[in-house]
């Protein structure tokens, strides 16, 4: 190939692109040695794809090859097509997953070593500047082996890939993205997770911690988990709110306009109209632990 550089600056890193065909998730889990690294490596668009494209990163291969996928092309045939257009894919890493589960990567030869991937059923781990190939085999076992939502899966993953050796020039940022169809806030949109760690001496520690207090906030518990909001959980509720500066009534376990009033501002002012249902007097019982833990 031409000895030359692109003008974008390498993008040393590992990631995984996955897919979760029960619900549809589609995500990337990304870190790196590299300042806001989840600005450049994560695309994904429910009922399309994910990529995660990195090294000498050519960010055209997110929306080029979602619109790809989006319009019935799998992961394989989509990959084809961005390195057919592309000089410099010799100095390209990219993994793709397609709504359908399909997977594919490509590590060019003038990938910084050490540099590959690891494709398997739904997902690609891929990798470069590691401190060897133990990354996204690891990656890979781990995301096999996980539990739970795609988000969890993923961070796993992630997780793994740093135990095993990750970026051998160390470590900087991280991003986690997974889209579900009117999965984001109010089911406005579709962006489930959508969080970052731009620089922090322990990036993948502190994803895991913004992904718990997401799953505080904008979780969903099942109907064993929800707490109806009267008799000793109306009277706690009210002690907490009172200690919070919110209510000055008693806290007699009665329902009135001041209790209703009272716990709208409550709930609005800790951010947890997405698990508190003032209509249904429900309260996820997360958030009420969370309250007795806090105040």
């Known amino acids: 190939m031409e000895n030359r550089l692109p003008r974008n600056r390498t993008i040393a890193t590992f990631s995984i692109v996955a897919a979760d065909l029960a619900v549809g998730d589609l995500g990337i889990a990304v870190a790196s040695k590299f300042l806001a690294c989840g600005a450049v490596v994560p695309w994904a668009s429910a009922g399309a794809g994910a990529v995660a494209t990195q090294s000498f990163s050519n960010t055209a291969y997110g929306p080029d090859g979602l619109k790809m996928m989006r319009n019935g092309l799998s992961a394989s045939e989509t990959l084809a097509g961005l390195l057919a257009?592309?000089?410099?894919?010799?100095?390209?890493?990219?993994?793709?997953?397609?709504?359908?589960?399909?997977?594919?990567?490509?590590?060019?030869?003038?990938?910084?070593?050490?540099?590959?991937?690891?494709?398997?059923?739904?997902?690609a781990c891929q990798g470069n500047i590691l401190v060897g190939k133990d990354t996204v085999d690891a990656m890979a076992a781990a995301f096999r082996a996980a539990k739970g939502e795609l988000s969890s899966r993923l961070l796993s993953a992630l997780a793994a890939g740093e135990a095993a050796g990750g970026d051998r020039r160390g470590k900087q940022a991280s991003a986690l993205y997974v889209v579900r169809s009117k999965g984001g806030y109010g089911g406005m949109n579709d962006v489930l997770v959508d969080l970052?760690?731009?620089?922090?001496?322990?990036?993948?520690?502190?994803?895991?911690?913004?992904?718990?207090?997401?799953?505080?906030?904008?979780?969903?518990?099942?109907?064993?988990?929800?707490?109806?909001?009267?008799?000793?959980?109306?009277?706690?509720?009210?002690?907490?709110?009172?200690?919070?500066?919110?209510?000055?009534?008693?806290?007699?376990?009665?329902?009135?306009?001041?209790?209703?009033?009272?716990?709208?501002?409550?709930?609005?002012?800790?951010?947890?109209?997405?698990?508190?249902?003032?209509?249904?007097?429900?309260?996820?019982?997360?958030?009420?632990?969370?309250?007795?833990?806090?105040?």
């Open 85 to 123: 257009d592309d000089p410099d894919r010799d100095l390209r890493q990219v993994g793709l997953v397609d709504a359908r589960g399909g997977a594919a990567a490509h590590t060019g030869p003038g990938c910084y070593a050490w540099a590959g991937h690891h494709v398997g059923d739904g997902f």
């Open 196 to 295: 970052r760690v731009d620089d922090h001496p322990e990036p993948i520690r502190e994803l895991y911690r913004l992904r718990d207090l997401r799953d505080l906030y904008f979780g969903t518990s099942p109907a064993n988990e929800k707490l109806s909001i009267n008799g000793q959980t109306l009277t706690e509720l009210k002690r907490i709110m009172k200690r919070a500066g919110h209510y000055g009534g008693d806290e007699a376990p009665a329902w009135d306009e001041a209790t209703m009033k009272a716990l709208e501002a409550f709930v609005a002012s800790e951010n947890f109209e997405e698990r508190v249902d003032l209509k249904a007097r429900t309260i996820d019982l997360p958030v009420m632990e969370y309250l007795r833990r806090q105040l």
